[in-house]
């Protein structure tokens, strides 16, 4: 009921003010599971996301975000489960199988996961190599993959900034990977590895951003 409610005021209304530009919508199934793979420049992007998409998009959120106490804190854990976010402890050894866990289940219910591949936001602009939860999720639960490119949603909320500010933003959603029979008879690291090369080439495609080409590595307050 709140992501209902939320989301028949918070898009229009974001959309109205960003008038962001929307390209490959039609790429997006809108039914069945479906995996949201996109670049990270900002905390924003798991707003902006959900606000374009055709359909309800579950990402996940630090757990501080959910634990917060007096109206405030009771505003903020609204504001995140009405944008249809679940939370993670990042700090917990095992957040990373629990985090692959909950996709699954979100996956099995046919619903839509966002996540990001390079598993933290990118302070350089460059697009980092991506981890290979994203194939594992798609190959585990034969879920499409669609890539997304965004562009400057740094510019609409800088690392470090509390509050957006005005600025344009590009969602491009591109054609969705199917990871078939292709990689039948291929181990299970290697399947994986390629097909999750395969996303950030398409996702690279979309944001034109340069591959760095290394893994990124989060910093304590990323």
Do not use: C
């Amino acid at each position: 009921m709140l992501y209902r409610v939320l989301h028949s005021v918070v898009p229009p209304l974001a959309r109205a003010v960003w008038r962001p530009r929307i390209e490959g919508i039609h790429h997006v199934p809108r039914s069945g599971p479906v995996i949201l793979a996109s670049n990270h420049l900002s905390f924003i992007d798991s707003v902006v996301i959900p606000v374009t998409a055709p359909r309800k998009v579950v990402f996940l959120a630090k757990s501080d975000y959910f634990t917060g106490t007096g109206l405030r804190g009771s505003a903020q854990r609204a504001w995140f489960e009405g944008l249809g976010m679940l939370p993670v402890d990042r700090d917990d050894p095992r957040a990373a199988l629990a985090s692959l866990d909950v996709a699954l289940e979100v996956l099995g219910r046919g619903e839509a996961f966002g996540l990001y591949p390079e598993g933290t936001r990118s302070r350089d602009g460059r697009l980092y190599r991506g981890r290979t939860g994203v194939a594992h999720l798609a190959l585990t639960a034969g879920a499409p993959v669609v890539p997304v490119g965004l562009v400057g949603t740094d510019r609409l909320q800088p690392v470090g900034s509390s509050w957006p500010r005005l600025a344009r933003v590009t969602v491009r959603f591109g054609e969705p990977i199917v990871a078939g029979d292709r990689f039948a008879g291929m181990s299970s690291g290697r399947a994986r590895r390629e097909l999750t090369d395969e996303v950030m080439r398409a996702v690279a495609a979309l944001s034109g951003q340069q591959e760095a080409g290394v893994y990124n590595e989060r910093t304590p307050t990323a």
